[in-house]
């Protein structure tokens, strides 16, 4: 909550900086009072909205059918501020909490080997992640002066993947050149962290764009250097590294003046705890390369282990007694890790020296859990290439709580009453499968600090859906608070992912519903969340999203993210239903 004098500050450095954006979503404090969680302006009678839904009309070779799939409502209570679509490898990346359905084993780190042997919350077998940022409810009163401040003492800096952790063995004749390039990505790092400095107490949105889209390109090359080293010394090609280039603005020091929760750590812990292994990729030196596939493997073991093992710790969430993530879930995977460790040591020692100290990597710690009354600080949220860069913030805090809360999140979470996972088709063209593992966003998370082109409106009301607005809705009575998030439609038939996380797909012609050129039609998911939110908290502006800091609970800022991993069968299965026009689940 923020009073007026605050958000008009906020609001014109942005617009000053971007000369783009407007009021529609970063506006003043209404009537100037902190009585909600974001500004009442935020806020709109469904009613007062026009319809804006437009479906064009389908042509003769339209594909009508629709698909659908329960995942449940996050039943099992899998929370975490990761997002290993747009930010992967990074702990605490969203900086705000996710409701995650679906895949049962998925973390900012999970490989897509992890992905495809994990559990699942759908009732079709579907192993898909699909994930959104919480609804709070929150009526307690927060000082815009903390926002203030906070952003006044802020220097915005960058935010990356982490490569070194990511790469797979190095055989030891790329090991120098790989090594180069790694510091070159260290450096692009600091670099682009100078430029940010400049804008130290203020959101310039066009400067962040300018040093996002440099450091990307630098970063494509340099990681792609490095896969094609790899590859040509014998290594084999490397694969998801594309997904690594993409770095964010991060205002994580705002996070220091905002209020947190002082509640109980411990009673968070069963929904909001994650394993957390030391890195073994990075460690490793060069690998003699008749190893390189025998370590690969035990490498991938490490990875599938540690996922088995955050599934396990979601599944058994209330079992046993105080001890039984120690022995019945760290236990065993210290063991099984001190084997395989053992077995990398060995097969690099038939060739070379073997590697010291690799035994200490074994054991793992649950994060979250309370240390002398605090909670967990572990965890590096700022990287760069691999390593932290001198400069970086302290890590950010696990999620606090009963309620699970970051800073500036605050308030108890709204647990959806329905979520409706459709698969849909295209009114022009039939559509083609989606590969496995393909990457998905649909909207902004940070439309304030990165500009608004990639927002798009998602809330409405149950009854009213042919409209769409940007502001959080004001329902009638018996309707729900919803969020319709669509996702795009269209893919370039290549890749699963792409530098930005969104080029390799596209949305259909909002007149025509074509794809553009080059570009086919898969099935286009559509999510609609559903809450019941009492209407006296609709309308005192008592509930809104979690968000970055410097997004200030934004509506605009809404957002979801999927992987599929729909085995070949269900997604032609999904595939065949829509171009046949049929209803299917």
């Not at 000369?19 to 009613?47: C, H, M, R, W, Y």
């Not at 999970?110 to 559990?119: E, I, R």
């Not at 940022?133 to 006044?152: E, F, N, W, Y």
């Not at 889209?213 to 494509?220: E, K, M, S």
């Amino acid at each position: 909550m923020h009073t007026r004098t605050a958000r008009i500050a906020m609001a014109a450095a942005v617009v000053a900086a971007t000369g783009a954006l407007t009021a529609t979503f970063v506006s003043s404090g209404g009537k100037g009072t902190a009585d909600a969680a974001t500004e009442l302006n935020q806020f709109v009678p469904i009613q007062q909205v026009q319809p804006n839904v437009r479906n064009p009309a389908p042509g003769a070779q339209a594909s009508t059918g629709v698909f659908t799939v329960d995942c449940g409502t996050n039943g099992n209570g899998k929370f975490s501020p990761d997002n290993p679509v747009a930010q992967p490898g990074i702990k605490n990346g969203a900086e705000h909490l996710h409701d995650f359905i679906g895949n049962l084993a998925i973390t900012t780190n999970s490989s897509d080997a992890d992905l495809d042997a994990s559990g699942t919350t759908c009732k079709n077998g579907d192993k898909s992640s699909y994930f959104w940022p919480v609804v709070r409810i929150d009526k307690t009163v927060r000082s815009g002066a903390d926002t203030a401040r906070a952003l006044a003492a802020t220097t915005p800096m960058v935010t990356c993947p982490g490569v070194r952790d990511r790469l797979p063995a190095v055989p030891a004749r790329a090991r120098a050149a790989v090594d180069s390039r790694l510091a070159s990505l260290d450096r692009a790092v600091a670099a682009a962290n100078k430029r940010m400095a400049t804008s130290k107490g203020r959101i310039d949105a066009r400067l962040n764009a300018s040093v996002l889209a440099d450091l990307r390109t630098q970063r494509a090359q340099l990681i792609k250097g490095i896969s094609d080293q790899i590859a040509a010394a014998g290594g084999g090609r490397t694969s998801g590294m594309v997904s690594l280039v993409e770095c964010d603005t991060n205002y994580d020091g705002m996070h220091a003046g905002m209020r947190h929760s002082t509640a109980d750590v411990k009673a968070a812990l069963a929904a909001s705890a994650q394993i957390q292994c030391p890195t073994v990729r990075d460690k490793l030196p060069g690998v003699p390369a008749p190893a390189v596939d025998e370590v690969n493997r035990n490498l991938a073991e490490l990875d599938r282990q540690l996922s088995e093992a955050n599934e396990r710790l979601v599944t058994t969430r209330g079992q046993g007694g105080n001890n039984f993530v120690d022995n019945a879930i760290l236990g065993p995977l210290k063991a099984k890790r001190t084997a395989l460790l053992d077995r990398i040591g060995i097969a690099i020692s038939r060739n070379a020296a073997r590697p010291q100290g690799l035994e200490a990597l074994a054991g793992c710690t649950v994060t979250g859990q309370a240390q002398n009354g605090q909670g967990n600080q572990g965890g590096q949220n700022n990287q760069n290439g691999g390593a932290a860069a001198p400069s970086a913030p302290a890590a950010l805090p696990d999620p606090q709580g009963p309620n699970l809360e970051l800073p500036n999140n605050t308030g108890g979470i709204v647990r959806p009453a329905s979520v409706l996972i459709e698969y849909r088709g295209n009114a022009t063209s039939k559509v083609v499968p989606m590969p496995k593992f393909l990457r998905a966003l649909t909207g902004d998370a940070k439309p304030i600090s990165r500009g608004p082109a990639n927002a798009r409106a998602t809330w409405t009301c149950s009854g009213f859906t042919d409209r769409l607005a940007d502001k959080y809705p004001i329902c009638p009575d018996g309707s729900q608070v919803q969020r319709v998030q669509d996702f795009p439609g269209c893919w370039d038939g290549k890749n699963i992912d792409s530098t930005n996380h969104r080029d390799h797909l596209s949305f259909a012609d909002a007149d025509t519903g074509a794809c553009k050129q080059g570009f086919v039609a898969i099935p286009q998911l559509r999510i609609t969340i559903s809450y019941d939110i009492p209407r006296d908290v609709q309308v005192k502006g008592q509930f809104a999203l979690d968000s970055f800091p410097e997004e200030d609970h934004n509506p605009f800022s809404d957002h979801n993210d999927f992987i599929n991993v729909n085995s070949a069968q269900t997604m032609q299965k999904i595939s065949t239903c829509i171009n046949k026009g049929k209803t299917c689940r």
